[in-house]
């Protein structure tokens, strides 16, 4: 069948100035297939073209949700260069939240290693840098034919990757606006430090009935107290406080340890002299003394919120110094442009 996409067999990139945060087919994916009873567990993996996966319907992930997943950039440079933003860092989060649903934990030297080739095997689907970048999304799922509950023993790891920009469009991309809810993102003692499917899949339902009502996302309260700020569906959060502190929740069971989330902290703290706290803040502390809020994410960058609805309150935060301040050196890093103190950059 044609398809527009295809090209004398071959798939195309999109038009760089149309890009979004939206899949694009590329050439290739990576795999690898662990089993727990092996030495080693997994096998060497390999690139295959990109194509769909053949698993058993009992696939133990199809029931129960025992999937993980990542999200990481690579960005082209000047001179052609290709950069990876702190692989190592999604590496050692891919083998924790495996190891939170009991799953073997892929080497962190395999997945890097998996990662460059995945980029390099669809160099022509990277885009120059003022376009967006090339997103890598890393997979381990449990595949084992199993009706019952309980431990799996075989795994599969899949890599592939897609051309995208800008998460949100327009208006948004500038500023969000956040329902506040009187909920938790996950439950207490839950999976909310790992990065599981079923995470992500029970926040579609709450994000979309508040979309409806013109918000761009949710900002859910922790589940314990339902008082302190925790995470929207996919971004952790910063809250800029009179005082010039800096203040994001702590790591906790509620809490994704978010790569940019810990850029940010460093960036702030070790290049700006910013006062960070990682500490809990209640909302109604946001609401006394917040002056600018942004969230943090791979996906999302940093990107400031201009209004958050807590009950019938509106609270607009009008101030972005901080967020531009941090994001103009985390984009310089992440574009070769300044040097990399922390040593976060990998070549492809
Ligand atoms: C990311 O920011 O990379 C994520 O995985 C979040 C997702 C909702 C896009």
Redesign the pocket.
Known sequence: MADEHHQEGRKSPPAWETLT?SLTETDFMYQSCGEAESEPVWDGGKMVPFSDITVSPAAAFMSYGIGI????KAQRVAGDRILLFRPDGNAQRFRKSAERLLMEPFPADQFVGAVRQVVRSNLRFVPPAQYGSF?VRPLEHAVEPKLGLGSCTRFLVTIFGSPVGN?FRGGAQQGVRLKVLEQGRTAPGGTGAA?TMGN?AGAIYVANRWKKEGFDDVLYLDSRHVKYLTET???NAFVRLRTGALVTPPLDDQILPGITRDSTIRIARDLLGIDVQERALSIDEVIAEGVEMFCT????TLLSVREIVYRDRKIVLKAQDARQEILEILRSIQLGERDDPFGWIVEV
Request: cysteine-free; overall charge neutral; proline content about 0%.
């Open positions: 945060f997943f990542e999200g990481l997103y998460y990065k992500y569906s996919g971004s994410g791979t996906a999302w």
